[in-house]
């Protein structure tokens, strides 16, 4: 809590430990005492703040209002760090919880169980754009004139929208070499952001793009930056409202750079300290296998939150020898292709607050997972698919019981990454090796090829007889 001489709205070092304060307007991101991650925190004593997540509901008659239809500023006194004059928002948010109940039956789960949240209806596509409002708008009150991010792609997508429909800052993306689709770089392109390609990785271009934000004093986007995590809280809003207030009893998500995860976690832990929810739903984090840090720490090395003080020692141990052996990221879940999460940490409080498990899906769970999501009425990238692959993998290990209900995060839209997708579904199998062999994906199982019929009348009526 804030002194009644401090404002309400302050960052606050993430550990208990530690508990340096910055101001709100501060950029570095980064705690001036031990170096470590930064949350915007609040003095909700001194907020106004519903007392029933239900009061939202009247936001809906008002949507003609540009922050009032926005699903992410609608819910704005939780996370009340702007006044409405100061935010920018472009109509994210509009995204829907699709209940599967067929898709549910083939997994062995009862009617109502299953829910996918669709994060691919945002303007540029993705999650990432719940985020990118939270943390445009911290840039704005701060006076920011350039925005910069490295990117696996969507965020360099959501980022550069961002910049070309407000028109009030020069967007900076960095990218790895070889490490994007074409369906995300041509956003960054069309959207005219100054796009930097490195040799290297995500990893890499995370390391320069903070290197760079220092330098020449622009505002960094990626997710180290806790104003986009405040956004991200907004996904978990929405699954509530969309199950009329009652959380679920699992959360699956992509383990990424792990915002999503620690915003999650947040997000719960302030509802449940407000008295707006009487229970937290648990938190499955699925990696890919070839981008598996977390899962890594979390169940071989045994790292915890542990109160805020988890084993520094055993994960900078685990990053030399990542260094060692010159480790890298390879998975077709592009999106997820990171290995080092800038946010670790909070995403081991998330696995405290939620009561949380981790589980890694290699390219042919992944590959497999997106085609059965996209058979049953969505489409997503690889790395969305991620969530239903963990979620296969915890029915099997029954974990997750037929009743459970359980809520899949669709973090992107499926034509974010098209060549992956047709790939699977080609019966060309040099495009199937050459995209999807060489990240371990040996068969399609759920393909649906396309039938090459004569242009005859009668063989394409004797096809459809055939196949459909």
């Known amino acids: 809590m804030s002194s009644p001489d401090t404002p309400p709205v302050f960052q606050r070092c993430v550990s208990p430990r530690c508990g340096a304060t910055l101001p709100m307007e501060d950029t570095s991101f980064r705690c001036p005492t031990c170096g470590g991650l930064m949350d915007v925190a609040y003095d909700w004593n001194r907020l106004p703040t519903p007392k029933h997540l239900s009061e939202f509901e009247a936001?809906?008659?008002?949507?003609?209002?540009?922050?009032?239809?926005?699903?992410?500023?609608?819910?704005?006194?939780?996370?009340?760090?702007?006044?409405?004059?100061?935010?920018l928002t472009i109509g994210e948010g509009q995204t829907i919880l699709q209940k599967a109940d067929v898709l549910a039956q083939k997994l062995g789960m009862r009617p109502d169980s299953l829910h996918l949240q669709y994060e691919g209806m945002n303007p540029s596509g993705s999650f990432k754009d719940n985020g990118m409002t939270a943390a445009f708008t911290h840039a704005r009150i701060t006076g920011a004139r350039r925005a910069a991010c490295a990117s696996t792609g969507n965020t360099s997508a959501s980022l550069a929208s961002y910049c070309s429909a407000t028109g009030l800052m020069r967007g900076i993306?960095?990218?790895?070499?070889?490490?994007?689709?074409?369906?995300?770089?041509?956003?960054?392109?069309?959207?005219?952001?100054?796009?930097?390609?490195?040799?290297?990785?995500?990893?890499?271009?995370?390391?320069?793009?903070?290197?760079?934000?220092?330098?020449?004093?622009?505002?960094?986007?990626?997710?180290?930056?806790?104003?986009?995590?405040?956004?991200?809280?907004?996904?978990?809003?929405?699954?509530?409202?969309?199950?009329?207030?009652?959380?679920?009893?699992?959360?699956?998500?992509?383990?990424?750079?792990?915002?999503?995860?620690?915003?999650?976690?947040?997000?719960y832990m302030e509802l449940k300290d407000l008295g707006l929810v009487k229970r937290i739903p648990r938190l499955a984090v699925i990696n890919a296998a070839g981008a598996r840090t977390f899962d890594t720490l979390v169940n071989e090395k045994n790292i915890r939150w542990n109160q805020g003080n988890p084993d520094s020692a055993a994960i900078d141990t685990f990053f030399k020898d990542l260094d060692a052996h010159d480790?890298?990221?390879?998975?077709?879940?592009?999106?997820?292709?990171?290995?080092?999460?800038?946010?670790?940490?909070?995403?081991?409080?998330?696995?405290?607050?939620?009561?949380?498990?981790?589980?890694?899906?290699?390219?042919?769970?992944?590959?497999?997972?997106?085609?059965?999501?996209?058979?049953?009425?969505?489409?997503?990238?690889?790395?969305?698919?991620?969530?239903?692959a963990g979620l296969i993998q915890l029915r099997e290990q029954r974990i997750i019981a037929p009743s459970d209900r359980v809520v899949c995060i669709l973090t992107a839209h499926q034509m974010k990454d098209p060549t992956a997708t047709v790939a699977y579904h080609s019966a060309d199998q040099e495009q199937f090796q050459k995209v999807l062999g060489v990240r371990g994906v040996k068969r399609a199982s759920h393909a649906n090829r396309a039938v090459q019929v004569p242009n005859d009348l009668e063989a394409i009526c004797g096809a459809i007889e055939l196949y459909a």
């Open 327 to 388: 480790g890298r990221a390879n998975t077709i879940a592009s999106a997820i292709e990171i290995n080092r999460p800038v946010n670790l940490v909070k995403a081991l409080r998330a696995i405290e607050v939620m009561n949380g498990i981790v589980r890694r899906a290699d390219d042919q769970e992944i590959m497999d997972a997106k085609a059965l999501i996209g058979a049953h009425g969505l489409g997503c990238e690889p790395a969305s698919a991620a969530s239903l």
């Open 59 to 87: 936001k809906w008659s008002r949507r003609t209002t540009p922050v009032d239809f926005s699903g992410v500023w609608r819910f704005r006194e939780l996370l009340p760090f702007a006044q409405t004059s100061q935010i």
């Open 173 to 267: 993306v960095f990218i790895g070499s070889g490490k994007i689709s074409y369906g995300k770089l041509a956003q960054a392109l069309d959207h005219h952001a100054l796009t930097m390609q490195i040799a290297g990785d995500f990893d890499d271009a995370m390391a320069r793009v903070q290197q760079v934000a220092r330098r020449l004093g622009v505002y960094l986007v990626n997710s180290i930056n806790p104003f986009r995590l405040e956004g991200q809280k907004t996904i978990m809003l929405r699954v509530l409202e969309a199950l009329a207030w009652e959380p679920p009893d699992w959360i699956i998500v992509p383990g990424g750079n792990l915002g999503n995860s620690s915003a999650f976690g947040k997000a």
